[in-house]
Every structure is written in C-alpha cells, then in structure tokens.
C-alpha cells in the first residue's frame, strides 16, 4: 500500500518569509495529492489539491509542485502570515478505493 | 447545522464502559471515515464505508466497531478500550470519484481513564 513521508516536523519561519514542505510517497500509481491545514483546536481543512496530470498548481500565497518521477510533491507558502501558523498535512489517493494516506504532519510557526 | 458533526465534542470513559461516538453529514456524500489522531500518528485512518458498506478497516482492534446505517450517518461503538485508545476521534465523508475532497467534522476528544 501507500507510505507518504512529511518533512520537516517543524518549521519556524519570521512573517513575510517563505515556508515549504516536502513529501514523499511510494505508490507510483496514486494520483491525487490533497493538502490540509489544521489550526491549533480545529478540524483539517484542504487548502489545495493537485493531480499527476498537472505538474504545479497556485492559489494566492500557496502552490504545490508534484514530480512523479522522483515520487515527490511539496507545499510553498510566499509572504508567510501568523494566521499561517498551523500544522499541515499531504496525502496521497492510494490506488483502492477511496482512501487518502497521510503524512505525519508539518508544525509551522510564522512569528510576527 | 451545515456540514459534517459529531457528537459528543468531549468524552471521558473507563476501561470497562460501553460509549458510542456518532458522526452526521450534512453534505450528500456517499463515504463517510473515522480517523484517530495522536501525538504518535497523526492522521490514522481507521474505517471506510461507501454506500453503507464498509471498504476499508485498517486493521483496527475489535474493540472499535463502526456502523453505518445510512450514507449520512456513522457511528463508532466503543467497548473495553485502553488508556493509549485516548485520542482525538475524526469523521469526515466526501462524494464518490478519486478527485474528491474530505470534508472533517470537528472531533471527538477521547479520555479513558
């Protein structure tokens, strides 16, 4: 099945800098690769999404890249903000039905 | 209320007790998840259920058992858990097709005492 890695753990960035995130997953067949974002006290939510159709997808202050043939696929954020501060998580769509699997989670902390 | 809910928000329980979670979506999906999140894995997935059937049960304790009466409602039943079963319980559904986002409700935050 799937195995998606996530780096790095934390992240500590001054506001206005740039954050990225990487991850890697294994199943070379998986083809969509969502990104949530979980604040501190609430419930995942997708800030962006992409297919391996598409190489990278922008949206605002966020893009990701995928590379499939290196099996990987990392989140930009540009002109981080404190409200950016939260804990991401990639998946990637296993190839059975349905099922997303997850990183372990990128702790980001933008200080003013 | 809109979306996907749980209830109840907060639920403290002893080794020996029987509690049931429950998830509703409000949203027309037609999968519905439980995940757990820890501090040691973060997003584990642990049931599947489309259509009512379940497709997915990521090798989970019996001591967990899901039931899904309906496409909008899903319930986790709870039975002899242990003190590391303490977690943030997560339900979330999505409509059908690969490309489809999952949709959180807010958790159930498990103690067992």
């Known amino acids: 099945g799937e195995n998606v890695e996530q780096h790095p753990s934390t992240l500590s960035v001054q506001e206005g800098d740039s954050a990225v995130i990487k991850c890697t997953y294994s199943d070379s067949a998986s083809n969509y690769f969502p990104w949530y974002k979980q604040e501190l006290g609430k419930r995942p939510q997708l800030i962006i999404d992409i297919r391996s159709n598409v190489g990278e997808k922008k949206d605002q202050r966020i893009a990701v890249t995928l590379n499939k043939t290196a099996k990987h696929f990392s989140l930009h954020i540009t002109e981080t903000q404190p409200e950016d501060s939260a804990v991401y998580f990639c998946a990637a769509k296993d190839t059975g039905f349905q099922k997303l699997v997850f990183g372990t989670g990128t702790r980001l902390l933008v200080s003013p | 209320e809109t979306g996907v809910t749980q209830t109840p928000r907060h639920l403290v329980m002893g080794m020996t007790n029987k509690k049931s979670l429950k998830c509703e979506q409000h949203l027309g999906h037609n999968a519905m998840y439980w995940y757990k999140q820890s501090a040691k894995k973060p997003l584990e997935l642990m049931f599947v259920y489309n259509f009512k059937e379940q497709t997915e049960n990521n090798s989970v304790p019996s001591r967990f058992s899901p039931e899904c009466p309906n496409s909008s409602h899903l319930f986790l039943h709870l039975h002899t858990l242990q003190p590391e079963d303490s977690a943030l319980y997560l339900c979330?559904?999505?409509?059908?097709?690969?490309?489809?986002?999952?949709?959180f409700g807010p958790g159930t935050r498990l103690t067992v005492l």
């Open positions: 979330a559904s999505s409509q059908g097709g690969t490309y489809n986002e999952q949709f």
